[in-house]
């Protein structure tokens, strides 16, 4: 039976840093950006809130930026050889991040089967976000049940990897997880936890389960 790796983005791929951060860093508003990831860490505002705010941020932004903030990220070692390796074992891999469409995307350049955000306009930007396109921690598992239909698995087919509590559904929702430089939280709910900057590393863990 084919598997289907379901991977975060921010924190998880991402090392110690988020999309918005990413791109944020490119015009100078990494600050205002990292207390948007705190406020919606401490759950003082929601996933449409934080979009919203960081959406106003990047007024200025480019294809240019955006490009730059990809190529710049801290990623972690050998996510092209995992999805790689899944791809040649016949298994699906995946991201479903909460992060801009526009930025998750870009990785299926790299292997992925499908690579889902929260659904921000094209950039430069002309349109508003709408807050209806926006992920949450629960629309996670509703993408996730959407990939499965769509590459024929089901939910115990499937492996996730994640970093924080907007995890915590999906971990819950499959049989096997993977934190991946987590906080204590998370890695109570996951079967298996990484802690390092390589990503082969963390597939090894969960490569021959079951
Ligand atoms: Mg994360």
Request: hydrophobic share 45%; net charge negative; with cysteine.
């Amino acid at each position: 039976m084919a598997r289907l790796h379901l991977f975060d983005l921010d924190g998880t791929l991402l090392h110690a840093t988020t999309a918005p951060v990413e791109i944020s860093r490119q015009l100078g508003r990494e600050a205002e950006t990292v207390a948007l990831d705190r406020a919606i860490a401490e759950g003082r505002i929601g996933p449409p809130e934080y979009a919203t705010q960081v959406y106003d941020l990047w007024a200025d932004l480019t294809e240019a930026h955006v490009s730059a903030a990809f190529e710049a990220a801290p990623w972690l070692a050998r996510i092209r050889e995992v999805w790689a390796e899944i791809r040649g074992a016949g298994d699906y891999c995946a991201v479903v991040s909460l992060s801009p469409s526009f930025f998750v995307e870009r990785l299926l350049g790299w292997g992925a089967h499908a690579a889902h955000g929260s659904r921000f306009p094209a950039v430069p930007f002309t349109e508003p976000v709408d807050p209806a396109g926006v992920l949450s921690a629960a629309a996670k598992v509703t993408v996730a049940d959407r990939l499965c239909q769509e590459f024929g698995v089901s939910r115990a087919d499937c492996v996730a990897y994640g970093d924080s509590m907007s995890d915590k559904d999906l971990f819950a929702a499959v049989p096997v997880s993977v934190a991946v430089n987590a906080d204590g939280h998370l890695s109570g709910v996951a079967t298996h936890s990484y802690r390092g900057r390589d990503l082969w590393d963390a597939y090894e863990l969960v490569r021959t389960v079951q």
